[in-house]
């Protein structure tokens, strides 16, 4: 499901994309080709041409000055291109001061092609084989990066040494946020407050913390290539964080984004183990709430009511 964006669209000019060009370059570029990409649902996406070799480049914008998250984005990006082989885009520059133009930005690496909610009507269906091994194989060989600091972002040191009693802390406060946007029914709050005091013992389970992308979805994954030969171009906007990898394989599988086929490649790098079906009810749970929180919209909260009803007969 495609939704709206969350904050105000920025509306950037071929002027003010100029200035920012010329400001990661060092050097006067005039961009020739502005134009916004479908996606982001938080910030606003640019493709951006101009005259030379680093030509195309995109451009993250975000209707505020010092806005955290555009910084913390582009540390995230540095820190998978130095630990891992995980296609991500290539940061380039950001700044949040607003004194080039009144917004925060982030350049960085346009991948090759388009993303997988705009390219799926296209695939055919060795193309969709073919990327769910890619798929698979990329995210397995992701999960093999792990550290005994603590699960946390990948940027700092890890700072939560039981992954389930960090997880519950998540899930509270997204109830929280979630029933003060009025949508969720009252009558349902005892049975969610239920099932978040049972997550340390469903989800308790000797785990290292393990790095996940933490948002893989058809709109992060980029595709390239003609019908019949499309291949996996690589991800966008990772999360980083540190943590048991079954909240990134229950992401990956609420918007319905693998199939088997992603299993089976994933299992030539790590081993899905037995009980998962039942412990992804809960990241779903999360999911549903923070979409609640985050979209507001009746979809989301009939979705999380109806998980909140299952999962609450069962804790």
Not at 238 to 264: C, K, M, N, R
Not at 266 to 291: C, I, K, M, P
Not at 303 to 311: N, S, V, Y
């Amino acid at each position: 499901m495609a939704d709206e964006p969350i904050n105000p669209v920025v509306k950037l000019t071929r002027e003010e994309a100029s200035r920012i060009v010329s400001a990661w370059l060092g050097e006067e570029r005039v961009v020739t080709r502005l134009r916004r990409l479908t996606g982001g649902c938080v910030h606003t996406v640019f493709e951006v041409h101009f005259e030379g070799d680093e030509s195309p480049v995109v451009l993250k914008v975000s209707h505020r000055v010092q806005d955290l998250s555009i910084s913390t984005e582009c540390e995230v990006l540095r820190y998978f291109r130095r630990h891992t082989e995980f296609p991500v885009p290539e940061p380039h520059a950001c700044d949040l001061s607003g004194e080039i133009v009144p917004y925060s930005w982030l350049a960085m690496e346009r991948l090759e092609g388009s993303h997988l909610g705009d390219a799926r009507t296209e695939l055919t269906v060795e193309d969709q084989a073919r990327l769910q091994l890619e798929l698979g194989h990329a995210v397995g060989l992701l999960h093999t990066h792990t550290r005994e600091a603590g699960y946390g972002h990948c940027w700092a040191e890890g700072s939560a040494s039981s992954w389930p009693a960090h997880f519950q802390g998540w899930v509270s406060e997204e109830q929280e946020a979630a029933w003060a946007t009025g949508l969720m029914d009252d009558g349902d709050r005892a049975g969610c407050d239920a099932i978040i005091e049972a997550i340390p013992r469903f989800l308790q389970r000797d785990v290292i913390p393990t790095l996940v992308h933490g948002d893989i979805w058809a709109t992060n994954i980029m595709v390239a290539g003609q019908p019949g030969q499309t291949r996996l171009s690589g991800f966008l906007d990772p999360g980083g964080l540190f943590a048991d990898p079954e909240y990134e394989l229950a992401y990956l599988q609420i918007w319905h984004t693998v199939d088997d086929s992603f299993f089976l490649a994933y299992s030539d790098h790590q081993e899905v183990a037995d009980g998962y079906e039942s412990r992804r009810l809960f990241y779903w749970l999360n999911t549903l709430l923070l979409h609640v929180r985050a979209f507001r919209t009746d979809y989301y909260a009939q979705a999380a009511t109806d998980l909140i009803r299952r999962l609450a007969a069962v804790v």
